[in-house]
């Protein structure tokens, strides 16, 4: 059995079980290939990430990074719970809309935001517009002149810290797409510039050190570089900060080489180190935002898939092909990420050969897992690829005019289609005859 499997995600009969709902049921209910989250570990991961902050009796706001995977129900859930949400574009905006999820928890990010996106956010009232180039504070100011409208904003700030999974270089980030460079000058150019319009209210610097890590020095360095900076704007501006915001990126475990902290630790970490240094330089601790999206969704999300056929070739690792692939999860194709998975119908089964998982998609690079441990398996099997929730399906496409999965919400026991298979006719929808 994998590692990442409790016993309690193996039901009497020894299938999978999700959330209390048994893998195969959900795989003939609502065919393959599916995606399905377990709505009560998605719960229990912003609560934990929660606690902390609340133990402390700091303002903060967990605030879900929507782009790993953002759906209307998802949205729906995270306003259950209370969260806010970061959006980067019109359609993650407009899903949040059509979910009725509250705008001023949101905060719109993005290094080239549209007009007519940061338009429509304006006419929204969302919570917070980060801020991320002097073309866009231009922009944006031109936009609240013609509407006489207001907004809050932050400024996205690079601070000379890119987090790896285990190595930190502190100049790295300086060469970033996103955000004003601290060290030039460029961050405090950029507030006096916020500062003289009347329109914006600044409320504090965010920054984001990357992503998939497993250790808590990095947050720390960039919650101290993110209180100098917002101290030294106070010395020398008078500027008084509301928020400081750490990012996302907390690692999550995919295989057995992932080591992740728990999300408590990170808090922790962020916590002291935000209050250690604001008393250190005389300021009130500010609010801390945290923006984590894969440590949230991933680890709740399993793509079940149908075996089909099969290739030996003797000397070669078998392949053992499923009826998706990289047009639902291409991170493998994309970026070598790598998975395991477990048979549905026995994850307690003894492995007897090691096999490459094999996508139906016509790419040689289209394999979901390369080195996979499996019992004997025969076409019709279902097989679950584990922690698939992160940047899978928000990352799907229809190359192959395949259509793309459904996806349900599993909870105690009780399943839900949220967002429907697509159709052929789906596929063919936008498309215009000669
Ligand atoms: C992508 C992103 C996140 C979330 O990163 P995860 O690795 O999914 O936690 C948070 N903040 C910003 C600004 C991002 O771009």
Redesign the pocket.
């Given at each position: 059995m994998s590692e990442q499997l409790s016993r309690e995600q193996v039901n009497q009969a020894g299938h999978l079980a999700i959330d209390g709902v048994d893998a195969l049921d959900l795989a003939k209910q609502y065919g393959t290939p599916l995606v399905a989250y377990d709505v009560t570990a998605i719960r229990d991961q912003i609560h934990r990430f929660r606690s902390v902050f609340e133990q402390n009796k700091v303002d903060y706001a967990v605030s879900y990074?929507s782009?790993?995977f953002a759906t209307i129900a998802m949205y729906q859930l995270i306003a259950q719970e209370h969260g806010h949400i970061?959006v980067?574009s019109g359609g993650e905006l407009y899903t949040a809309m059509k979910a009725n999820f509250p705008m001023q928890s949101v905060s719109f990010?993005g290094n080239n935001k549209p007009t007519a996106e940061l338009e429509m956010a304006v006419d929204q009232h969302v919570g917070v517009i980060?801020l991320d180039n002097f073309h866009e504070i231009k922009l944006l100011s031109a936009i609240l002149a013609e509407k006489s409208a207001e907004i809050n904003v932050m400024l996205?700030v690079t601070p000379g810290i890119s987090a790896h999974t285990h190595e930190y270089d502190q100049t790295g980030q300086e060469d970033s797409k996103?955000g004003f460079d601290i060290k030039s000058g460029q961050a405090q150019d950029a507030l006096k510039q916020v500062l003289a319009e009347p329109r914006m209210n600044m409320l504090g610097v965010?920054a984001?050190i990357g992503?998939?890590i497993f250790e808590v020095n990095g947050f720390v360095m960039a919650a101290n570089k993110l209180v100098d900076t917002v101290a030294d704007w106070h010395d020398e501006l008078g500027y008084e900060p509301k928020v400081i915001n750490v990012?996302?990126?907390?690692g999550i475990r995919y295989t057995e080489t992932d080591d992740p902290i728990a999300p408590e630790d990170f808090v922790d970490a962020i916590v002291k180190a935000v209050k250690v240094r604001t008393t250190e330089r005389q300021l009130a601790t500010p609010e801390i935002w945290i923006?984590?999206?894969?440590?949230i969704v991933g680890p709740a999300g399993y793509s079940l898939y149908t075996i089909g056929s099969r290739k030996d070739v003797p000397g070669i690792k078998p392949y053992v092909a499923v009826d998706g692939g990289m047009g639902d999860n291409i991170r493998p194709a994309l970026y070598q990420a790598e998975y395991e998975a477990v048979l549905a119908n026995n994850p307690l089964a003894k492995p007897v050969e090691t096999v490459r998982i094999a996508g139906k998609y016509c790419e040689s690079g289209d394999i979901l897992i390369q080195n996979q441990p499996l019992p004997e398996t025969k076409a019709g099997d279902v097989i679950a690829i584990l922690d698939t929730g992160?940047?899978g399906y928000s990352m799907a496409s229809n190359y192959n005019r395949n259509p793309r999965p459904a996806v349900v919400f599993v909870e105690k026991g009780k399943a839900k289609l949220v967002v429907e298979r697509e159709s052929f006719d789906d596929l063919v929808r936008l498309d215009k005859k000669l």
């Open positions: 990074a782009k790993a970061d980067v990010h980060m996205r996103f965010h984001h992503s998939q990012g996302g990126g907390f923006e984590p999206g894969r440590s992160a940047y």
